[in-house]
């Protein structure tokens, strides 16, 4: 079998700096909740997601959590990895997101979904100035939101799309209609032109 690649970037140093990080849940189940009014609603399984989280800062020292939100069916982590001397504290993003997915989708197991597995790997973007630290930081905030304005959209496109189909199918019926009736009134005509032509002939013999 043909081994997957990794997504991590061969010449970039994992073992300390800032990183925007995002994993989903396998096959994108929604799993920790849903949003209401803009706003994400964890239910059991959504909240062992975010305990988790700050068990990472209690568990590693070489950890920080700036900012994160926990989204119906993905994570989205704001994470800064400290520069340690010492190595036995130094960890890598790959086993400290490792370390957090294996936590987390155990205890979630045992509290009863058993099915319950995360996506293989995650996405990772490393911050390298204060405005792109903001500007994540503003994104993490407002993604439950901006996933159900684009929700709406999408639905509001779907009902318009519907409404265009329901027109062109109108549009359609009407010609249909308006064929038949122009073809009905040139049968017409031609009948009542043969009849009054026979109706004619019929005279003229008469005479």
């Known amino acids: 079998m043909r081994r997957k690649s990794s997504p991590r970037r061969k010449n970039e140093n994992y073992y300390s700096g800032k990183f925007f990080v995002t994993f989903n849940t396998k096959h994108f189940s929604k799993d920790f909740g849903y949003i209401i009014n803009g706003k994400m609603i964890l239910n059991k399984y959504g909240e062992i997601a ?37 190595i036995i504290k130094r960890r890598p993003l790959s086993q400290v997101i490792g370390a957090y997915k294996t936590v987390s989708s155990k205890h979630i197991r045992l509290n009863g979904l058993k099915d319950f597995r995360w996506h293989r ?29 684009k929700k709406r959209r999408k639905k509001l496109s779907r009902s318009n799309l519907k ?41 003229q013999l008469s005479n």
Do not use: C
């Open 50 to 86: 975010q305990e988790k989280i700050y068990w990472l800062e209690e568990n590693f020292d070489n950890v920080k959590i700036f900012e994160f939100i926990i989204m119906p069916d993905h994570v989205y982590i704001l994470i800064f990895l400290k520069d340690e001397d010492d």
């Open 121 to 149: 790997s995650f996405h990772d973007y490393r911050i390298k100035d204060q405005i792109a630290e903001n500007n994540v930081i503003a994104y993490i905030k407002r993604n439950p939101a901006s996933h159900e304005l």
């Open 163 to 203: 409404y265009y189909w329901r027109l062109d199918l109108n549009l359609l019926l009407f010609w249909f209609i308006g064929l038949e009736t122009y073809n009905s009134k040139r049968v017409k005509t031609k009948n009542s032109f043969q009849y009054d032509l026979k109706k004619q002939k019929m005279k």
